[in-house]
């Protein structure tokens, strides 16, 4: 960051910009005469017509869930949620006691200088607001990479850098009733490029972060920027499954984790993913740095394959608990494709009943066939009882 840009930050922390502009922000939001219509709302069942109450009900139920679920230690682990977007909500109301959130995108970062602006600031709230009311439009159950990929790329006038994601990140922690303490930058291990799944898949390159300090649990996002070997690798057709390559894998995840130790130390997060790219996370390279770092998971089918939790080349002779819960029903129209071998032992995994809220993408034989509320894989190292 320039050398001016540092000054408007200090301004900025100084005059108190971050909570003035999320407050104003969410105010607006509440006292909007505005509904939010969505077909997709009569879809996922929602019963509120607004995105409070929505997440209210959202956040006792998921958290009644993980407290029956988990050992009582595992509530007070940080959580570590990469592929995520921004799903900064469902990792508060799931683990509502963690003391901190770290949340791992290919989403733009955004600056803090962008508060001291007039005419940024108000590109910044429309984009934060958009955010949230694109998540409410599915039910908070999971995002659209695409959709997201446009609100955190907007830009304000006369401005070339993509408004990013903090903004949307300051105003969810203004929705859970956080007071923001300061906004710093989090430097990589090197501050250098960072290539990896360079051969076949994806690499990623530049890996940067911010750090959200606040009167609770530490809010933290890095932004890694991924890219293919198609640009066709997204949407609902079909298309072939990516494969990354080891060597260069390893290189991205040690990076990641390096990061990850900076802003929570060595105690062992819960690792989360959900509606994630699982052709990523279903190689066993990623397994094996998954199953090593974490202390416990909770996941939906786009998570880890459940049989790595049993191979003791991954987990390094440490043995896991896992169970299953909701009913899987398919994969989504694409991924029956990629992944259709799967489906049999997830079926046998996750039996029902039905979760009590809409997890991931709960599809059934096509995008637009939504089938029950979807499932979540419950798992957490045996010596944690």
């Known amino acids: 960051m320039h050398e001016k840009d540092e000054d408007l930050c200090r301004l900025v922390m100084e005059d108190n910009v971050f909570n003035e502009w999320a407050a104003a ?47 009582h230690r595992v509530q007070f682990y940080p959580v570590l949620y990469p592929f995520g977007g921004l799903d900064l909500l469902n990792a508060r109301a799931a683990f509502p006691h963690a003391p901190a959130y770290v949340i791992m995108s290919n989403l733009p970062l955004g600056s803090r200088a962008c508060f001291a602006s007039p005419n940024c600031a108000a590109t910044a709230r429309k984009s934060a607001v958009g955010f949230l009311r694109h998540a409410h439009e599915y039910g ?31 105003l969810c922690a203004r929705l859970m009733g956080l007071r923001i303490r300061s906004v710093r930058s989090l430097k990589t291990s090197d501050g250098g490029e960072h290539l990896a799944f360079r051969q076949h898949a994806v690499y990623a390159s530049n890996l940067t972060g911010v750090v959200v300090e606040t009167n609770g649990p530490r809010l933290v996002y890095l932004s890694v920027t991924i890219k293919l070997d198609r640009d066709d690798i997204l949407g609902w057709g079909w298309r072939p499954m990516p494969k990354i390559d080891a060597a260069a894998t390893a290189v991205a995840l040690a990076d990641i984790e390096h990061a990850v130790r900076q802003v929570i ?14 052709y990523i996370n279903r190689d066993p390279i990623v397994a094996k740095w998954a199953l090593r770092l974490a202390g416990a998971t909770l996941h939906d089918e786009t998570g880890l394959v459940p049989a ?23 994969w989504t129209f694409r991924e029956r494709f990629w992944y259709g071998r799967e489906a049999n032992t997830l079926k046998q995994l996750c039996k029902g009943p039905e979760l009590p809220v809409r997890w991931g993408y709960a599809a059934g034989a096509s995008p637009k066939r939504f089938v029950g509320n979807g499932v979540l894989i419950a798992g957490w190292r045996r010596s944690i009882l």
């Open 265 to 278: 130390g060595d105690v062992p997060p819960i690792l989360m993913l959900k509606a994630a790219p699982h």
């Open 308 to 330: 790595h939790y049993n191979d003791s080349l991954l987990t390094g002779g440490v043995q896991w608990a896992v169970h299953g819960f909701g009913r899987f029903v398919d």
């Open 140 to 170: 908070l159950a999971w995002t659209s990479t695409e959709r997201m990929a446009q609100l955190f790329g907007m830009q304000a006038v006369g401005t070339t850098a993509p408004i990013g994601v903090l903004p949307s990140l300051l």
């Open 25 to 71: 922000t969410l105010d607006g939001l509440i006292n909007s005469t505005a509904k939010l219509p969505s077909r997709e709302r009569l879809i996922y069942h929602s019963t509120n017509d607004d995105t409070f109450g929505l997440l209210t009900n959202r956040t006792i139920e998921l958290s009644a869930f993980t407290a029956r679920t988990f050992p």
